[in-house]
Nanobody
Framework: VQLQASGGGLVQAGGSLRLSCAAS????????MGWFRQAPGREREFVAA????????YTADSVKGRFTISRDDAKNSIYLQMNNLKPEDTAVYYC???????????????WGQGTLVTVSS
């Protein structure tokens, strides 16, 4: 599985961005998918995850109520809608795929290349 993330950029605090991640395999719908982020000098952290059938999703407490994960199996893609962005959301965002719910980096089998999100104050 190859993952291609896009949609990052520079935005002012309070603004919105929508990240996309396209997968290369036709069996995409069997994978649990998610987003992680890594800020400079910090460890990669969980942001959001969605199950293979799309029935369940999970978000980190730090982004709950502001970020929403979704998937479109017809397009082999997942999305991360980010609203009310804060400077502390600045990081490289990575999409991820695995056979189980991707709540930690340790269970991720595939990583996208990352897309930079910068939130200015």
């Amino acid at each position: 599985v190859q993952l291609q993330a896009s949609g990052g950029g520079l935005v002012q605090a309070g603004g919105s961005l929508r990240l996309s991640c396209a997968a290369s395999r036709r069996t995409f719908d069997s994978y649990n998918m998610g987003w992680f982020r890594q800020a400079p000098g910090r460890e990669r952290e969980f942001v959001a995850a969605i199950t293979g059938n799309g029935d369940n999703s999970y978000t980190a407490d730090s982004v709950k109520g502001r970020f929403t994960i979704s998937r479109d199996d017809a397009k082999n893609s997942i999305y991360l809608q980010m609203n009310n962005l804060k400077p502390e959301d600045t990081a490289v965002y990575y999409c991820a795929a695995g056979p189980s719910v991707v709540l930690t980096p340790q269970v991720v089998d595939y990583w996208g290349q990352g897309t930079l999100v910068t939130v200015s104050s």
